[in-house]
């Protein structure tokens, strides 16, 4: 439990925004270098108000490139004031533009769905100010680094580079993993929604999220119920639940297909192994490669969750020790960034090649050109039903004769759980084994380092129409403990196409790709043993899909019926990537 509990927490923590820790300024301080304009009022195409604040060296008229940030979070004054300071000291014009319904702002809130066409006007306000130069940056993490995304969808002249850290993905990310709704944005939504400012009250009251969580979970109620059981109207949620696909609801919101090629400006992002969201990031990166191969996109990437990121590593992540290396000034390096791309500086010195990563267990820093040259071979392996001690075999070898492993999973019991995937700790002395399949390797014969994201394809046959899964990767070390190393969690009858559904065929085998794993990268131990541990997703930190074919968040426990009954074929298989010395 202890696990999922953390797994919610975090989980919220991927809106939260930075957690880069900034110094208060004494207000006569303040008053007599910077000009602070903490009341601006902007006005959108289509008749909102933003509220914003600006900040520049006092005395100073000379125009300037400018920094902005683009958030839904309204922090104390003093932090947002001192995050501006920062800009200004280092030669630029700071502003921070905060979503359509803020701070002064007197429209209603509604995150995400604004953020692009209002970063737009924002930009194209601050390029007509005496004190800009014409060039605008951004930066900034998690929701402010979706902001920066946003803008990009029909690019302003002005802006010439963006700075995401752990950026956002609403639709593929959160509140949605994979078509699978997760519950943490349910207690978010009244956090930046509540007020102009947050609400810290509901943000911080975990008790009551947890116990509407366990109240939906115990009873079986419907998942658009979640509100009802909590007692008061989440409008935000259930807005977000209607559209279970990633429809033009979503895909208005950021860069979509070929959107992306016409960002040409250079990009430099900051992501993390195990920051939750990751494949949200990422994805931006991926899509802009394929639509845009030329613009300059770099990527910083190391062993960091989402808070880590942001603030430059933690020296120990979910009880793991981290490779000094690893450890960074993101801020130096944002700046060096911004004074290369809009000052004609020198390039930061850490960005060797367009990925830079750092490899855990060898304490060094690697580069690639791209996410998908970091590795240069695959670990192919089939999911047999050969046992192997308490385990099954992965082999590297495709099975001869077709056969296949039953799982059977009650979706009217409430007393166990499916799925236990959340890197908590990263190293643990066991793994669940109370359900699903775990499948282990032969030693490998030499170290080697995974580099990138997992992918394969699970063959299946079900007595349903549909069903979530959870695929995760762990490094078995050669003193039998277990490192967590990567995961999935998806829907089924999205595998093919997120955007629409396919509902699957009873008793008929099917392909379910996936691909969409967290990368990460670490030195594998010669005499290592490889792990994947495949499971239905049924727990109470995720709608529950009871297979009905009908819209998931409207099916209860009234739809369990039958048990879920599934075979999982022996020809299913997952590729690893790996690079070798």
Known sequence: MKVFLNFTILFLAFFIGSAQQTKKVKSKDLKS???IQDSVSVKTRDGATLSLMVVRKKGDENPKPVILQSTIYVRDTGR???SLKRSVDNGYVGVIAYARGKKFSPDEIFPYENDANDTYDVIDWISKQKWSNGSVGMYGGSYNGFTQWAASKTLHPALKTIVPSVAARPGQGLPVENNIFVNPNYEWSFYVGNNK???????????????MQNKWWETGAAYKKLDSIDGVPNKWFQRWISHPSFDSYWQKMTPYKKDFAQIKIPVLAFDGYYNDGQSSGLYYLRELQKYSPQTPAYLIIGPYGHFGTQSGGESVLYEY???????????KITYQWFDYILKNGTKPEILKDKINYEVMGDNKWRSAPSIDKMNNDFLTFYLTDDKSGKFYTLNSKKPVKKSYLSQEVDFADRETTNNDYYPEPLIRKEIDTANGFNFISEPLKESMIINGSFLGTIKASINKLD????????EVMPNGEYFHLSYFIGRASYANDITQRKLLKPNVIESIPFSNTHLVSKRLSKGSRLLIYLNVNKNPFSELNYGTGKTVTEES?????EPLKVKWYNDSFVKIPILRD
Do not use: E
């Open 197 to 211: 400012y947050l609400d810290t009250i509901a943000g911080n009251d975990r008790k009551r999220f947890r116990q």
């Open 557 to 561: 426990i009234k739809d369990a019926k």
């Open 80 to 82: 947002d004031i001192a």
């Open 467 to 474: 069903m979530d899964i959870g695929v995760t990767l762990y």
């Open 321 to 331: 020790k981290v490779d000094p290396v690893a450890l960074f000034d993101i801020n």
């Open 33 to 35: 270098i910077y000009n």
